[in-house]
Structure formats: C-alpha cells, structure tokens
C-alpha cells in the first residue's frame, strides 16, 4: 500500500515538475526581422515605412500601422540585443514603445467615429502578451545597465534592464 | 460637313417605331420586373418588398426567360432593319437614350449585388475616410449597409480609379441610399452614352452602333447593376480615339485610368501601343484587322476569369464594343448569341437559388447552347445556302 502512495506521490510530484511555467504565452505571431541598421537597404526600409504612412490612412488604419510597426521595432530591438548592440537595441525598443501608445489613441478615435474596435482591442491585448513575453525572456540575456565609451566622443550609459521593465510597463493594458 | 451629316434629319419608318416602341415598352416591364427581387434586408425598399422571388422561383424563372426572349427579339429585329432606314445619327443616338433609360428605375441588385458594394466601398472611404484596401465595410459598427451589402466582409476589389470616380455619385447621394443608387446608375449611363459616341465615330457605322447600345446585356448590365464595366471601357475607346488623333499623352493618361478601373484593361496594351506606332508612322490601318485584335485582345481576361471566380455576364462588355465594329455578319449573329447565352446564367441560381449543386453545369450549357446553335446556323448556311 505504502508502495502504491509512494509511486502515486512520485507521478504526481513528476508531472508537477515537468509542467514549464508559462509567463503571458500567446499566440499573436511576430513578423520575421527586417532590414537591421547598418545595412544598406535600412535607409530604403525606413523610407517605405514613411510612404506606407499615408497609404495607412483612417483611425483603423493607422492602428493596423503602428501596431505592425510596433511589432517591427520590437522584433528589431531583440534581435539587436541578442547581438550585444544595445546602442542601437535600446532606440529600436523605444521606437517600438512609442508605437504601441499609438495604438490607443487611434482606437478611441475610432471608437468615437462608431468603429467595431472589438476585434482590433482584443488583437492589441495578445499583442501586449507576447511583447510583454519577448521583453522578459530578454532580461537574462543583457546586462543590468552598459556604458559606452567610444574614444573621442561623450560616454553613454543604458540602463538595460530599466529600459525593457519600462516597455513590459507600458505594455500593460 | 461631318456636322451637316450629324443633323441631317431622317424619319424612322412606321415599323422601325414600332419596334423602337415595343423595346422601350419591354424594358419598362423588365424594369418594373425587377422590383420582384428586392431583398427583404434593403430597409429603403422594404415597403416594396413581396417576396416573390424567394417564394415563386419557378414563376420569376419564367418570367426572366419570357422577358430576355422579348428583348432580344426586339434587338435583332431592330438591326435586321436599320440599314434600309435613312436616319440621321443624332436621331437614332436620341431613340437609343430614350428606350435605355427607362432602365434607370429598375431595382439595382436583380441580378448582382456590385452595386451596393460600389455604395459601401465608396462610404468607407469617403465617409469614414479608411482605406478600402486595408479595412473591411464591416468594421463600421451599426452601419445599416451592412444587412444587405453582401461583400461587407471584403477588402476593395476595383482599381483606385474607380475608387476615385466613385466618390462623384457618392456624394451626390448625400447620404441617401436611394439617391447614391441612382446615382451610381447615372453615372454608368452617361459612360454608356460615352461608350456609344465612341463606337459610333469609330466605326461610323450604324449597325455597330445598334450592336453595341442596344444590346440588352450591355443595358441590363448598365443600367440595372450599374457595373463600372462600362466605364472601363469608355477610357479605353477614348484613348483609341485620342490615339487616332495622335493626342498619345493625354491617350495614355486615360489608358492608365482604365486600367485602374478594373485592371483587365491591360490586356489591350500591345493592341494600343501597335495602333500608336502604326498611327505615329503614318501607316494605313486595316480596321477590321484592329478591331479582331482588340476584341481577341479583351477575350483574353474574359476567358481567363474562372481561374479567379468565374465568368459574369458583364465581362462581356470588355470585347462587345469592338466585337460590334468588326462588320462581319457572323461575327454578329456569334456575339448576339453569347450575350443572350450570358444572361441565362441568372436562371440557375435564380430558379434554385444556390451557386451549388447542378448550377455550375447548368450556368455552362445555358451560356454555350446559344452561341452553338448560332455557330451551327452559321456553318449551315456558308456550306448549303
């Protein structure tokens, strides 16, 4: 009998154990990352960004715009702190935070023009999860905070961590 | 000289205004026929609604054979005895106006919903300023298009120039959807008056003329769905009458519009830039040769338009004006037969009231019967007659 406890203590206390634990998972997918700075079609990227602007026109429209871009600058920022080039990770961060506070503002703009926005703030909140996801699962991979102190020029100091809290922060709906 | 042509009065025969009469008669019918569909969810008509056509389907059915039977026995008589009629083209091109609007008052969505998803493409952006390439007609929440437009779930199908052009009988609906429908139907009417003048000065032919305007696809599709078809193909004779006069910029500007109207335009771009060079050269044109071409030209997309949905009656107006002018008699009786075969289409899903089922087959062997029959008459008469 004591056996048969034991074996069903150990299942149990196995399976628990197996279980990953699962921090905001979503299933909003993120695009494949683009053109990185310093490449020489960047410049022609951020040019067709600025044109796609105003092919995006209307509050609904202009969601689906900063929500992609978003999304863009998020994926570019991990994949440039994933490369330890947290000069330019940092304002790709911030270019992808301030995008997402975009997104409010056109959806109650369209809220107020009698627009279903149902859809689009339920697709905003995955949004939220798997950004909030990618931010955390960045954490352990950069330092705390850099200092950059290039020879001839003023030093710069980035507070990593505080930077990709503050996003997690604004990513909280 | 061309003006004193223009004006030289003719009077019809008696019997030519009988028939004339008896067309326009039959369209009026046809008109007030169409009021028989009205969708119970259309609420500006729903005081009209009777339901007839979801409960008598085999009644509607017959009464569309009956009158599409009437109508082309009206068409066909009326060009078998136009050349022994000496009129002038203004008092023919006056007749044609007059019989084919009395189709404007026709119920629009008798046959095609297109007409209610110009108006809700054309709300969306001009109205809620979105970009109907981007978001759907049913993001607008309590929108009243909603309950009948059929393609609310659709992203914008047409070209930005239609888009563009539709913004004029849109707002002069001002919000009215009764007046943005009639609007819309004007606008493709006063296209088909440009469609017709073209025809006719490019061919200077009355029986080409009567082929193409009197057609009753051509009206139906026009005047009762209001399809942008029509207005496609108004830019694209322009530019072969601009070309002809070797205005080829401004040509081209309206080639570009064309295409943007609904794309299948681009199919004539060798046939135009060969006319530009043969017209730049000075080279003599063989005009029926042009005319083969430009129609072939257009065929292509027709033909190729089941590998995107399938094919609808209307694509017919993209090959029909030039059809008209290549004068040859069974080339004629070829393109009489195929309208008349694309307008039985509507039986199928009108007598079943499914796309499913035997109406694929039977949409196929309504469309090809007709122009069969005409083919094997044809090939009958060259070999024994």
Redesign the interface.
């Known amino acids: 009998m004591n056996r048969l406890y034991f074996s069903l203590f150990f299942l149990i206390f196995f399976l628990v154990l197996s279980f990953k634990p699962v921090y905001a998972d979503s299933s909003y997918v993120l695009p494949y990352p683009s053109f990185m700075p310093g490449n020489s079609l960047y410049k022609a990227r951020l040019l067709l960004e600025y044109v796609q602007e105003f ?7 202009q969601f ?1 715009y900063v929500r992609k871009q978003s999304d863009k600058y998020l994926v570019e920022a991990k994949t440039l702190f994933e490369y330890k080039q947290y000069l330019l990770g940092v304002p790709a961060l911030k270019k992808s935070d301030a995008y997402f506070i975009q997104e409010e503002t056109h959806l109650m703009e369209a809220k107020k ?4 926005i149902k ?1 689009k703030e339920l697709t905003r909140k995955l949004q939220a999860q798997k950004h909030t996801e990618v931010l955390l699962s960045l954490l352990p991979l950069v330092p705390k905070d850099f200092h950059w102190n290039p020879e001839k020029e003023e030093s710069t100091y980035l507070a990593l961590h505080d930077e990709i809290k503050e996003a997690v922060k604004i990513r909280k709906l | 000289m061309k003006l004193k042509r223009l004006l030289k009065y003719g009077s019809f025969s008696r019997s030519m205004k009988m028939l004339f009469w008896g067309y326009g008669f039959s369209l009026s019918l046809f008109s007030l026929f169409s009021y028989f569909f009205i969708d119970p969810n259309f609420t500006a008509l729903r005081w009209l609604y009777s339901g007839v056509y979801a409960d008598y389907r085999l009644l509607v059915s017959f009464g569309y054979v009956l009158f599409i039977a009437l109508l082309y026995l009206f068409y066909v008589l009326i060009l078998e005895n136009i050349k022994t009629q000496n009129v002038s083209f203004l008092s023919l091109g006056k007749k044609i106006a007059i019989t084919a609007s009395v189709l404007l008052f026709s119920y629009p969505a008798m046959l095609s919903y297109d007409l209610f998803n110009y108006t809700t493409t054309a709300k969306t952006l001009f109205f809620y300023k979105e970009n109907p390439y981007l978001i759907m007609p049913i993001e607008f929440l309590n929108e009243p298009f909603l309950s009948y437009t059929h393609a609310a779930n659709k992203l914008a199908l047409y070209g930005p120039s239609w888009l563009m052009l539709s913004g004029i009988p849109y707002n002069l609906g001002f919000s009215n959807i009764l007046l943005t429908l009639f609007q819309f139907k004007l606008f493709a009417a006063l296209f088909y008056i440009g469609c017709s003048y073209f025809v006719w000065k490019l061919s200077d032919n009355k029986q080409s003329l009567l082929l193409f305007a009197l057609n009753p696809l051509v009206l139906i599709e026009t005047f009762v769905s209001g399809h942008n078809d029509i207005v496609m193909m108004f830019f694209v004779l322009a530019t072969i009458f601009l070309i002809l006069r070797k205005q080829f910029v401004i040509a081209f500007l309206l080639f570009i519009i064309s295409v943007g109207i609904k794309y299948a335009s681009i199919a004539l771009l060798p046939f135009m830039v060969f006319l530009a060079w043969r017209v730049s050269k000075n080279q003599r044109i063989k005009w029926k040769t042009i005319w083969v071409f430009a129609a072939i030209s257009m065929s292509i997309p027709f033909l190729l338009s089941p590998l995107r949905e399938e094919v609808y009656p209307w694509y017919a107006i993209w090959f029909l004006p030039f059809a008209a002018m290549i004068r040859k008699q069974y080339v004629k009786y070829l393109a009489i037969a195929f309208t008349l075969g694309l307008l039985l289409r509507y039986i199928p899903f009108m007598y079943l009231g499914t796309h499913f089922g035997i109406a694929p087959i039977a949409k196929i062997i309504l469309t090809v019967f007709p122009v069969s029959v005409a083919a094997l008459c044809i090939f009958v008469r060259k070999r024994y007659v």
């Open positions: 092919w995006y026109f209307g509050n609904l429209s689906e023009q009698a627009k279903d859809q």
